[in-house]
């Protein structure tokens, strides 16, 4: 990272961003993972926490060692503060220049991309074409046999787990989805784990994956995004959005060829705002129902509620902390059934400092 100045006169800020704790070979390491992208995981010695608890914009590196002494906890001489600041830094994890560079190339690129490349390929699935269609046969069978001519079926649920986690579900959920000669567009609407500043994010890219390119509906959604301008703000969100290319995975494999277009959406927290976020919402509800009205019409919804606990970069759950997650998921579940979508809100904006909250909530709440 090149300073500006003396590095123990620099305030280095951490970029918000998820810790897990593992352990590897009897050594305790903590894990920084960007939700953003911009940068790759990085596993630091599990000692360095409240070093790295310090790193918000209002201390030098000296004043950072001595809030360590002061405090009593592990001690670090300044070079190697000022080390660890280094590293972050080239690592693209802390809020500066550096950062901020990296991610305006990134922003760059993707926007004038044609297509959206897959972001977990040899992650969450296998890359190779073969492999993956060879998965998804064993876990789903032959697509045609998920196909029903006829079918009434307007939408499902499914969660963005690797498929090999997912498969009970999976295999419950899609059944039945009428064949790709009955759709005219599919609708894709993703939880986006990213708080973001406007409710939804649309793209108008096709979204190529291992076993060949999924279509956007482009004439759709230029259209929608014309009157509703806004929904292009945060485009990049796509980027590293596992909801979409999951799901987009299972179009593809599910209708091959012939999938129909998709219309794809990133949902996250500020669906659930109210104000001016919650007129552009309902604005863009109004768009949709017009536009699609007459269409035949598959909605996808990716979502999920619980996301608690190291590995999803929050506190250690206690013993009894099961049976609250169930109870606060149980009630998420109840107001959505009964259409009381006013209590839906309100638990889904309950924060709560030890589960969180509810990752797909907002994808419900838009649905409902």
């Known amino acids: 990272?090149?300073?500006?100045?003396?590095?123990?006169?620099?305030?280095?800020?951490?970029?918000?961003?998820?810790?897990?704790?593992?352990?590897?070979?009897?050594?305790?390491?903590?894990?920084?993972?960007?939700?953003?992208?911009?940068?790759?995981?990085?596993?630091?010695?599990?000692?360095?926490?409240?070093?790295?608890?310090?790193?918000?914009?209002?201390?030098?590196?000296?004043?950072?060692?001595?809030?360590?002494?002061?405090?009593?906890?592990?001690?670090?001489?300044?070079?190697?503060?000022?080390?660890?600041?280094?590293?972050?830094?080239?690592?693209?994890?802390?809020?500066?220049?550096?950062?901020?560079?990296?991610?305006?190339?990134?922003?760059?690129?993707?926007?004038?991309?044609p297509r959206r490349p897959p972001a977990f390929a040899d992650v969450l699935y296998p890359g190779d074409p073969e492999a993956l269609a060879e998965l998804l046969g064993e876990l789903l069978g032959p697509a045609r046999r998920r196909l029903a001519p006829g079918s009434p079926l307007a939408g499902v649920l499914i969660p963005h787990q690797p498929f090999e986690r997912a498969e009970s579900i999976l295999a419950a959920t899609l059944v039945e989805l009428p064949p790709a000669d009955e759709l005219d567009a599919i609708v894709i609407v993703g939880a986006d784990p990213q708080p973001g500043l406007v409710p939804f994010a649309a793209t108008a890219k096709d979204f190529d994956t291992p076993l060949g390119p999924v279509a956007a509906d482009r004439r759709r959604i230029d259209r929608l995004c014309e009157r509703h301008p806004w929904l292009l703000q945060e485009e990049i969100r796509h980027r590293g959005a596992v909801s979409v290319e999951l799901a987009a995975i299972l179009v593809r494999y599910l209708y091959g060829d012939a999938a129909p277009p998709i219309l794809p959406l990133l949902c996250g927290q500020a669906a659930l705002l109210v104000g001016e976020q919650s007129v552009a919402v309902d604005e863009l509800y109004a768009s949709l129902e017009v536009d699609l009205d007459e269409l035949r019409v598959l909605w996808i919804a990716v979502a999920e509620l619980g996301h608690c606990g190291p590995a999803y970069g929050r506190p250690r759950l206690p013993d009894d902390a099961a049976d609250r997650l169930q109870a606060r998921d149980q009630g998420l579940l109840e107001a959505l059934a009964r259409g009381q979508l006013h209590e839906l809100q309100r638990r889904c904006l309950a924060e709560d400092p030890l589960l969180g909250p509810a990752s797909g909530a907002p994808v419900l709440a838009s649905l409902a």
Do not use: N
């Open 1 to 113: 990272m090149t300073r500006a100045a003396d590095p123990g006169v620099q305030r280095p800020k951490l970029r918000r961003l998820d810790r897990h704790h593992l352990e590897r070979d009897g050594e305790a390491l903590l894990v920084l993972r960007d939700p953003q992208g911009v940068a790759e995981p990085v596993a630091l010695p599990a000692e360095v926490g409240p070093l790295l608890d310090l790193l918000d914009g209002t201390r030098s590196a000296a004043q950072i060692r001595h809030s360590l002494l002061f405090s009593g906890r592990e001690a670090f001489d300044r070079e190697a503060i000022e080390g660890l600041i280094d590293d972050l830094g080239a690592a693209g994890l802390l809020d500066d220049d550096s950062f901020r560079r990296r991610w305006a190339a990134l922003h760059r690129a993707f926007v004038d991309a």
